[in-house]
């Protein structure tokens, strides 16, 4: 379990507890701390409460900027606070971290830019996820399987005129021969 900026800033006011009941008012604050965040990490959604799926083109072009849509599915009747982290490609700008909170039983969509930087075939790997308790002191780290495989091909658009006529003058050099259609 991860705790939250709310559960430090719990941790933290123990000084005053401190100053006021000494350390056993420490200790038994502590623990009753303690106590919460593992009762709220129990009852954070567990991983069979909760669908996620990448929706993203299959073929990619290069140096286009282009959607990656995630869909954060929650089958629970409570509402939950929610952060995804996409795993793109190595070589690729990573993703961003993603917030947001889906309602009971329903489903929340959440998107973000890519632009593929070099030609080829990539793999998107795993969705990470980090589900908030209902008390918000704890996130609970879980890890959806979500890889994808996806092409990335060059750009039509970004080729340019000059760049077809210096293709044309080094093609004769290579054997290629202009074709004339009648």
Request: charged share 20%; with cysteine; aromatic share 10%.
């Amino acid at each position: 379990p991860i705790p939250t900026v709310g559960t430090l800033w719990l941790l933290t006011s123990g000084v005053a507890v401190t100053l006021f009941w000494g350390w056993q008012g420490v200790l038994s604050f502590d623990l009753l701390i303690l106590l919460a965040c593992s009762l709220d990490y129990v009852m954070a959604l567990k991983a069979k409460a909760i669908d996620v799926d990448r929706r993203c083109p299959h073929r990619f072009s290069l140096g286009v900027a282009q959607d990656i849509e995630i869909l954060i599915g929650n089958r629970g009747i409570r509402a939950i606070s929610v952060q995804v982290r996409d795993q793109t490609p190595i070589p690729w700008k990573a993703a961003p971290v993603l917030k947001g909170v889906v309602e009971g039983r329903s489903t929340l969509k959440l998107r973000y830019p890519v632009t593929p930087p070099e030609r080829g075939l990539y793999n998107f790997g795993n969705l990470a996820l980090r589900v908030a308790g209902p008390l918000g002191l704890v996130l609970r780290p879980l890890h959806m399987k979500a890889t994808e495989e996806i092409k990335v091909y060059p750009s039509v658009p970004a080729l340019k005129y000059p760049d077809l006529a210096t293709y044309r003058r080094t093609a004769r050099y290579w054997g290629v021969r202009p074709t004339h259609w009648r």
